[in-house]
């Protein structure tokens, strides 16, 4: 059976000079080779030198036992730009992936970018990512410039999802207001992982996967903090009438509806998902380039082999329809 990563990223010289470029980011080169792009202490994004090249990138997959990779572009993805420029570059991007998806078409397949600012363009980018440049599913930031995924203004893109069973990854992006959070590289350490629970709660209370149940959310990073925070999102619902607006069930059953990716990484967290939403709502996630991981953190649960090998490639090969 083929090990499949859902969490993978394209990393492009052109996009990240022109992400530069837009948001007037410093290259800070570090003693350890990354070169860090900072604005006001902040970093918005990193690179290494040898995740450019591709060749090493699947010498890497070969050394680690994962067969397929699924990329998508990482945080701040295409959503700094706007208007006919974010079109634009979504466009170029999807394009670069797909072209990327043909030379290795054993080794990679696509999640494309949408330009979300325009809910009609994203529309016409499914098309024509999936019909056209044969992408597997869409990535979809947390928010979109300060804007939550349940604003009525998406309601149709959810519904074409929906329809189409369009498998969705969801990527934290960094929360709206990070003015606190100036230091320690605390929007990259803990503002990721707040707007990842922030965003499915949203999902959730919103009635999105109640009114379209038929797509699979694919959550980064093992969903945030929302699994350790089910009996309190539950409690919402039995408690206040906002909390029951839109759905009609505790907002754990819509919870374990959805599915996680492994880069949470510590033992404790994939043990708490696995006893909240099982085995077959598990999927290998390394982060690659970013974090430099392998199969172990999945390994260590000591699973039955059909567990495991449902968690580290048959469940996204299901999904994806790999």
Not at 53 to 68: A, H, N, Q
């Amino acid at each position: 059976m083929r090990r499949v990563d859902i969490h993978a990223h394209i990393v492009d010289p052109v996009y990240t000079q022109e992400l530069c470029d837009l948001l007037d980011l410093e290259a800070e080169p570090t003693a350890e080779g990354q070169i860090l792009y900072r604005r006001d202490g902040v970093t918005v994004a990193w690179t290494r030198e040898n995740w450019f090249d591709i060749p090493l990138r699947i010498s890497e997959m070969d050394r680690k036992g994962i067969d397929v990779r699924a990329l998508s572009l990482s945080t701040p993805n295409v959503y700094h730009w706007s208007g006919a420029a974010q079109i634009d570059v979504t466009r170029r991007i999807n394009d670069t992936l797909a072209a990327l998806c043909r030379t290795y078409p054993d080794r990679y397949v696509g999640l494309a970018s949408l330009p979300l600012d325009d809910v009609d363009a994203s529309l016409a980018e499914i098309d024509r990512a999936v019909g056209e440049l044969g992408m597997k599913g869409v990535i979809i930031g947390s928010n979109i410039n300060g804007i939550a995924l349940n604003d009525a203004r998406y309601e149709r893109l959810w519904q074409r999802i929906d329809a189409l069973r369009l498998p969705v990854f969801e990527h934290p992006m960094f929360p709206k207001d990070i003015s606190d959070l100036r230091e320690f590289e605390l929007p990259l350490r803990v503002g990721l992982i707040f707007d990842t629970t922030l965003v499915a709660t949203r999902l959730i209370y919103g009635g999105i996967f109640e009114r379209y149940p038929n797509f699979p959310y694919i959550m980064a990073h093992t969903g945030g903090a929302l699994l350790m925070l089910l009996e309190r999102l539950d409690n919402g619902y039995r408690l206040f009438p906002d909390c029951r607006k839109y759905i009609s069930q505790l907002p754990s059953v819509y919870a374990k509806r959805l599915y996680y990716d492994t880069t949470a990484f510590g033992k404790a967290a994939l043990t708490l998902a696995l006893e909240t939403v099982g085995t077959d709502h598990l999927l290998l996630g390394t982060d690659d380039p970013y974090i430099d991981s392998d199969l172990t953190h999945v390994e260590r649960l000591n699973l039955e082999p059909a567990a495991r090998d449902a968690i580290l490639g048959g469940n996204a090969a299901r999904l994806l329809r790999i």
